[in-house]
């Protein structure tokens, strides 16, 4: 069963994802942040500890289904950051940020994509559940900027492509989750 668990800052989206596999030691919780300053440093080890500590932890922004192992179910928190981690990669050169085209955004997308559609099938090969938490980024306002221009409308296409490929997809606002699919 592939899930998909969506909604803007601080919903309540990740405690709900969490809540659905609470009651089970075989988890494995894929973590994409990266630890670049004390301000995440706190928010990774706030996380960290809201967990069960007998869940599994992987960290990383690429080969997600490295990830996969005897476990029955897992947890991807999140998308957006994976997505911004990737972008990131591919688009920073010498200190700055190279020009996003359409065919750049079209790469970025698709290699995000493939990372995903790799743990999915890894997943569902092992008849596993996998829950995937993203960010919803339409509800906003339009960036000023271009690079933020260019990530809402790359995790907003990715959503879709994601929330397709899901069973089920949630759309969690003021902590209530909706099933939506």
Same mark, same amino acid.
Request: aromatic share 8%; glycine share 6%; with cysteine.
């Given at each position: 069963?592939?899930?998909?668990?969506?909604?803007?800052?601080r919903?309540?989206?990740?405690s =709900?994802?969490?809540?659905?596999f609470? %009651?089970?030691?075989?988890?494995?919780?894929?973590?994409?942040?990266?630890?670049?300053? $004390?301000?995440?440093?706190?928010?990774?080890e706030?996380h960290?500890?809201? /967990?069960?500590?007998g869940?599994?932890?992987? $960290?990383?922004?690429? @080969?997600?289904? *490295? !990830?996969?192992? %005897?476990e029955?179910?897992?947890?991807?928190?999140c998308? +957006?950051?994976?997505t911004?981690?990737i972008?990131f990669?591919?688009?920073? $050169?010498?200190?700055? +940020?190279?020009?996003?085209?359409?065919?750049l *955004?079209? *790469?970025?997308?698709? /290699?995000? =994509? !493939?990372?995903?559609?790799?743990?999915?099938?890894?997943?569902?090969?092992? %008849?596993?559940?996998?829950?995937?938490?993203?960010n $919803?980024v339409?509800?906003?306002?339009?960036?000023?900027?271009?690079? @933020?221009?260019?990530?809402?409308?790359?995790?907003?296409?990715?959503?879709?492509?994601? !929330?397709?490929k !899901?069973?089920? &997809?949630?759309?969690?606002?003021?902590?209530?989750? &909706?099933?939506?699919?």
């Amino acid at each position: 069963m592939i899930k998909m668990v969506v909604g803007g800052a601080r919903s309540g989206k990740s405690s =709900f994802a969490e809540k659905q596999f609470i %009651d089970k030691d075989n988890v494995v919780y894929i973590a994409t942040s990266r630890v670049e300053d $004390e301000e995440m440093k706190d928010r990774v080890e706030h996380h960290k500890s809201s /967990r069960p500590h007998g869940w599994r932890t992987y $960290e990383g922004s690429y @080969g997600l289904v *490295q !990830a996969v192992g %005897d476990e029955e179910n897992y947890l991807l928190d999140c998308l +957006t950051v994976l997505t911004s981690n990737i972008m990131f990669d591919m688009t920073y $050169e010498s200190g700055r +940020t190279v020009p996003i085209d359409s065919k750049l *955004q079209q *790469q970025v997308e698709d /290699r995000i =994509f !493939a990372e995903v559609v790799s743990l999915i099938d890894a997943v569902n090969k092992r %008849d596993s559940d996998l829950i995937i938490v993203t960010n $919803e980024v339409g509800y906003s306002l339009v960036p000023e900027h271009h690079i @933020g221009r260019v990530f809402r409308d790359i995790q907003g296409r990715l959503n879709q492509r994601v !929330a397709e490929k !899901a069973d089920e &997809v949630y759309l969690v606002s003021c902590g209530i989750p &909706v099933r939506i699919k």
